[in-house]
């Protein structure tokens, strides 16, 4: 063999090396920026995690005068890794989440941390309920977010959320899931009042999420009085099909439209303390995600919050049960985001009539509200008038190239995700399409 055939042997398994990613591992690095002083974060402790093998501490270093750290190549180069940046004894990611195979750099920003904050706001609570006989099982879902100025997260030892759990209910499980992180089991622990709990979870800037889930005694029958802490833009309660929903107070509640067959009750701006009374009757489940429209959706199995058509041995597969791997497994909350994002999306839809019915009160040009999310909102309380449609159209018309041009605005300046501007808008055009439609008429 000639030294030409071998340096040409040597130059393919070189190549061969490098496309399967085993032989050209490169050092991992990045910098740390600190987001409520815009310099780069000095001397923070960043910690390099293996997801092979869970969450295995691999390495650790410190950034230097210019927020800059740096591994040497790790020895699993072929599996995914997570960076982790810890200031004032709270860890901070990627937004972009894991280092997959290939990827060696990574941004983190972190933020100073306060026993108290300003700037937070309740977007949202979803309550579900499901019944297979003689206990109740319940899941709701709290989503907090963070807009202080400057930006701080808030961390505080005896607890940064409070929630209230119905009488008679106890708690299996606590979730909480930062901004672009995933959900990990957090502690919950008695409030001074019963059935008040404190979830001890740093609330970063952005929104952060927390999911519990609970059962108690069912007869067949259950009043519940859901009592926020805090304002709440939207609160939602959900039953499936085969249980019934009698609100105390009909006028506050309104239906949202749902394919599944499940009940949909939609609350919108609730005030601390407001009586949200209701009674739930009947037995029924909610499909898991991949039985939707098979036979036996109730049968045991389908969890309230879905994801997997049955549960893998040895998984907690009551609503909220079990925490998966950190990258593999579906996100206990993915269910309710699409629920929340339906519930701005209806908000926004019936906006279009708010606005009309104050345009008959005051005939001059008038927009949707937007809220701090840049959806609009609406009280859902006066109805528009029957006379004159074409001047209520001409008006909801304009009202929607407002809320275009807001949404627009919020998606270029990032206040906004690319799933809420695809909802918010996707409702916003298929209002104007009913106003022409009717303006043509």
């Known amino acids: 063999m000639t030294a030409r055939t071998i340096a040409a042997a040597a130059a393919l ?23 409520t002083t815009g310099k780069p974060a000095v001397g923070e402790e960043v910690t390099l995690l293996s997801l092979s093998q869970g969450m295995q501490e691999i390495a650790s270093t410190k950034t230097d005068a210019q927020g800059r750290f740096s591994f040497t190549a790790p020895a ?20 972009g989440g894991p280092l997959m195979p290939g990827a060696t750099t990574a941004q983190i920003t972190v933020y100073d941390s306060a026993k108290k904050v300003d700037g937070l706001s309740q977007t949202v609570e979803v309550d579900r309920y499901q019944s297979e006989g003689k206990q109740l099982d319940g899941i709701a879902l709290y989503a907090i977010r963070n807009q202080s100025q400057p930006p701080r997260t808030l961390a505080n030892d005896k607890g940064t959320f409070e929630i209230v759990l119905p009488d008679g209910a106890e708690l299996d499980s606590a979730q909480a899931k930062g901004p672009g992180g995933q959900p990990i089991a957090v502690e919950a622990s008695p409030g001074a009042q019963k059935n ?23 007869s067949g029958e259950a009043s519940l009085s859901p009592r926020p802490q805090a304002d709440v833009q939207h609160f939602v309660v959900m039953t499936p099909k ?12 309104h239906a949202m439209p749902d394919d599944s067959g499940s009940t949909i ?6 005030k601390p303390g407001q009586d949200l009374s209701f009674r739930i009757a009947g037995t029924g489940t909610f499909q898991a995600e991949g039985q939707q429209g098979a036979q036996g959706g109730s049968e045991s199995g ?6 997997q058509a049955a ?15 950190p990258i593999d497994a579906p996100d206990p909350l993915h269910e309710y985001r699409a629920v929340i994002l339906g519930v701005f999306a209806l908000v926004l839809v019936m906006g279009g009539a708010y606005v009309v019915s104050k345009s008959n009160a005051r005939p001059r040009p008038a927009t949707l509200a937007a809220g701090s999310s840049g959806i609009a909102t609406a009280d859902f309380v006066d109805q528009p008038e029957p006379s004159a449609p074409r001047q209520r ?49």
Not at 13 to 35: E, K, P
Not at 302 to 307: A, D, F, K, Y
């Open 76 to 95: 699993d180069a072929n599996a995914p890794h997570m960076v982790r940046a810890t200031h004032d004894g709270v860890n901070y990611f990627p937004q």
């Open 196 to 218: 008040h709990y404190a979830l001890n979870y740093p609330l970063r800037p952005g929104e952060t999420q927390f999911q519990v889930s609970y059962h108690m005694p069912y």
């Open 242 to 253: 085969g249980m019934t929903f009698t609100p105390k107070n009909p006028q506050q509640f």
């Open 311 to 325: 549960a893998p041995q040895g998984r907690d597969n009551r609503p909220g049960g079990g925490l998966g791997a």
């Open 302 to 307: 389908g969890s309230m919050g879905g994801g």
């Open 393 to 441: 159209n001409a008006l909801l018309l304009e009202a929607m190239k407002e809320e275009l041009f807001q949404l627009e605005v919020d998606r270029q300046q990032g206040k906004i995700s690319p799933e809420e501007y695809a909802k918010a808008k996707a409702a916003v055009d298929e209002t104007i399409r009913r106003a022409l439609v009717r303006k043509q008429g």
């Open 13 to 35: 398994l070189f190549v061969l090396a490098i496309a399967s990613g085993v032989a050209l591992a490169q050092s991992i690095t990045g910098t740390v920026t600190n987001g």
């Open 265 to 270: 009750m939609v609350v919108t701006n609730v």
